[in-house]
T-cell receptor
Framework: DGGITQSPKYLFRKEGQNVTLSCEQN?????MYWYRQDPGQGLRLIYY???????QKGDIAEGYSVSREKKESFPLTVTSAQKNPTAFYLC???????????FGEGSRLTVL | AQSVTQPDIHITVSEGASLELRCNYS??????LFWYVQSPGQGLQLLLK??????LVQGIKGFEAEFKRSQSSFNLRKPSVHWSDAAEYFC????????????FGRGTSLIVHP
C-alpha cells in the first residue's frame, strides 16, 4: 500500500537536544511538507519541498531544519534553538499544483 | 492571497441528527477546495474535494459538500451523524495557479452526544 510513514510516533527529548523526525513516502509525489499542530491553532507550515535538493521555509521555520536528498524522504530536525518544541508534527506529500495533501499519522514530540 | 474561515470552533450534535460545518474562503478565482478529518492523535484524511464541475461533491463516510461561488462557501454536510464522526474537521483551499501550498482553516471540533 502506498502512503506516508512517520517515525517515531512518540518522542521525548531533554531541553538542549536536537531530534530528528523521519518522514518517508512511497507515493512517488514530488512535493513534501512539514506542519506543526498545537491545540486550537490548526496547522502551521514549517518547511516544504517541491523537488529533490530544494526546500523553502514556511511560516514558522525558526528552530527547525530539513533536507531533501531523496524523493522519498524529508526528515525534520528540531533543534535546540526551537523555543517551544513540544507539539504534534505532521508530514504530508502531494503530486503538486492543486493543494491536495496526503498526510502521515504524525509524531508527538515532548520536551522534558 | 487566499484565506479560509471556519467560523465554528466547536459544534455539538446528537447522534442521528444532521450536520453542517461552515467554511468560507477568500480567493480571486475559483479555487480548489478540500475537507479533511482528523481523529485524535492521528493524521488528516481527505473527505472530499472540489476542482470543477458539479458543485455538489460526494465524499467518503457519507459526507457531501456544496460549492457556492456567490457566497464563497464550501460547507460540509451529513444527513445523520454517527458517534464515530466525532473528530476535528479542516477546510482547505488550494490556489488554481499551481501553488503547492494550500491554506487551512483553523478547524471545527465536532462533538457527538449519544
Amino acid at each position: 500500500d502506498g502512503g506516508i510513514t512517520q517515525s517515531p510516533k512518540y518522542l521525548f527529548r531533554k531541553e538542549g537536544q536536537n531530534v530528528t523526525l523521519s518522514c518517508e513516502q512511497n507515493l512517488n509525489h514530488d512535493a513534501m511538507y512539514w506542519y506543526r499542530q498545537d491545540p486550537g491553532q490548526g496547522l502551521r507550515l514549517i518547511y516544504y519541498s517541491q523537488i529533490v535538493n530544494d526546500f523553502q521555509k514556511g511560516d514558522i521555520a525558526e528552530g527547525y531544519s530539513v533536507s531533501r536528498e531523496k524523493k522519498e524522504s524529508f526528515p525534520l530536525t528540531v533543534t535546540s534553538a526551537q523555543k517551544n518544541p513540544t507539539a504534534f508534527y505532521l508530514c504530508a506529500s502531494s503530486i503538486g499544483g492543486t493543494g491536495e495533501l496526503f498526510f502521515g499519522e504524525g509524531s508527538r514530540l515532548t520536551v522534558l | 492571497a487566499q484565506s479560509v474561515t471556519q467560523p465554528d470552533i466547536h459544534i455539538t450534535v446528537s447522534e442521528g441528527a444532521s450536520l453542517e460545518l461552515r467554511c468560507n474562503y477568500s480567493y480571486g478565482a475559483t479555487p480548489y477546495l478540500f475537507w479533511y478529518v482528523q481523529s485524535p492523535g492521528q493524521g488528516l484524511q481527505l473527505l472530499l474535494k472540489y476542482f470543477s464541475g458539479d458543485t455538489l461533491v460526494q465524499g467518503i463516510k457519507g459526507f457531501e459538500a456544496e460549492f457556492k461561488r456567490s457566497q464563497s462557501s464550501f460547507n460540509l454536510r451529513k444527513p445523520s451523524v454517527h458517534w464515530s464522526d466525532a473528530a476535528e474537521y479542516f477546510c482547505a483551499v488550494g490556489a488554481t495557479g499551481g501553488s503547492y501550498i494550500p491554506t487551512f482553516g483553523r478547524g471545527t471540533s465536532l462533538i457527538v452526544h449519544p
